[in-house]
């Protein structure tokens, strides 16, 4: 009889096994059922027993396929973090000029202003392509 998933606890020990044997012989060797070993093993990116991992178009795709998903988040997040900074001032003199207060923005403003302007200017793209 296999023990109820909320009852086991994975360890260091038995995370490190996922993946080098299959889901059923683990689950059989832990006492929990397949589908909860399956779904741990999926939720820590390892590959199946005897299965090497994808390649990732993130992996293939230069600098940046060497970093972790992590590091590239970080990465980008600093870039937009930068460029919402350099956007800033011309944002404020744009709602300054529109006769709106402006103590001082925040990023996600001047992001979400950014976002709209995007989106007004597909917009009226598209219904100048419409027909009539």
Request: charged share 15%.
């Given at each position: 009889m296999?023990?109820?998933?909320?009852?086991?606890?994975?360890?260091?020990?038995?995370l490190?096994?996922?993946?080098?044997?299959?889901?059923s012989?683990?689950?059989?060797?832990?006492?929990?059922?397949?589908?909860?070993?399956?779904?741990?093993?999926?939720?820590?990116?390892?590959?199946?027993?005897?299965?090497?991992?994808?390649?990732?178009?993130?992996e293939?795709?230069?600098?940046?396929?060497q970093?972790?998903?992590?590091?590239?988040?970080?990465?980008?997040s600093?870039?937009?973090?930068?460029?919402?900074?350099?956007?800033t001032?011309?944002?404020e003199?744009?709602?300054?000029?529109?006769?709106?207060?402006?103590?001082?923005?925040?990023?996600?403003q001047?992001a979400?202003?950014?976002?709209?302007?995007?989106?007004?200017?597909?917009?009226?793209?598209?219904?100048?392509?419409?027909?009539?």
């Amino acid at each position: 009889m296999s023990k109820s998933p909320a009852k086991t606890t994975w360890t260091p020990e038995t995370l490190a096994m996922l993946g080098t044997m299959t889901d059923s012989a683990l689950a059989r060797q832990l006492g929990v059922s397949i589908p909860y070993v399956a779904a741990q093993r999926r939720a820590l990116g390892v590959p199946p027993h005897g299965r090497k991992p994808r390649q990732s178009a993130t992996e293939s795709a230069g600098p940046l396929g060497q970093a972790s998903a992590a590091e590239v988040v970080v990465r980008l997040s600093a870039q937009a973090t930068q460029r919402l900074i350099e956007l800033t001032p011309i944002i404020e003199a744009k709602f300054m000029a529109q006769g709106l207060p402006v103590a001082r923005l925040r990023h996600w403003q001047v992001a979400e202003f950014c976002i709209n302007q995007v989106w007004t200017a597909a917009m009226q793209q598209t219904k100048g392509t419409e027909e009539p």
